[in-house]
């Protein structure tokens, strides 16, 4: 099972909520692509985060295409699509968002997330390896603790991929700990110096 669990990185999180949700607000569709998704504990928390700082319209606007590898035969797509998570992964989620977006399931110490979140996501199988975008005009890419799992060149290669599929002035999230390579450095402004959130330049 890859690891992940809900509102990992808060610094990420408040970084794509300070400085992408209100750029990308005034755009007519906001599209999030979240590759490498897991089980879905990163895209929900996003799609969480979007619904608190977007307006009811906005929200409608939103929606983030999730993908993964999945090699273990649909497990993750499952998952996704019944939003059910047991406690554990659920710890660091501020209470009150909490106890807004979650539900008891029948299955005990379970939760479930609230079907307008879960409406807001959809899953896919993906390889990044194939260095096939999945669709184009992202306003935001967020792909964390995968690219670790790549050869220097093929990370290089996935990060102009992301670069080729994101809109014009579109932003990319990687982990804290992935700095960008030199090589891709020259396609991106750092928005932040703390966190690992680029802009398309
Ligand atoms: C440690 S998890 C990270 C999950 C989430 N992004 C997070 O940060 O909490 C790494 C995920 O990357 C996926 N992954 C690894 N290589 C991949 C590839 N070539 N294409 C798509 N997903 C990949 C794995 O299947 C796994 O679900």
Redesign the pocket.
Known sequence: M????FF?DRATLDAIKDYAIPELKKNRHINVW?????MG??PYSLAIMFKENLGYYEFKRFKIYA???D?ESNQ?GEIIAKGIYPEESLKRIPREIFKKYFEPNNKPGHFKIADEIMQSVSFQK????SLQPIRDNFGLIVC???LL??QESERIDVIKMFHKCLAEGGFLAT?QTQKMPARTAYLFRQVNQKVQLFQKK
């Open positions: 890859a690891f992940t669990y990992r979240d590759a490498g998704c897991a504990p990163e993908t993964d590898l090699e993750f993906h390889d990044l390896r964390k603790n995968v799992h790549l982990e």
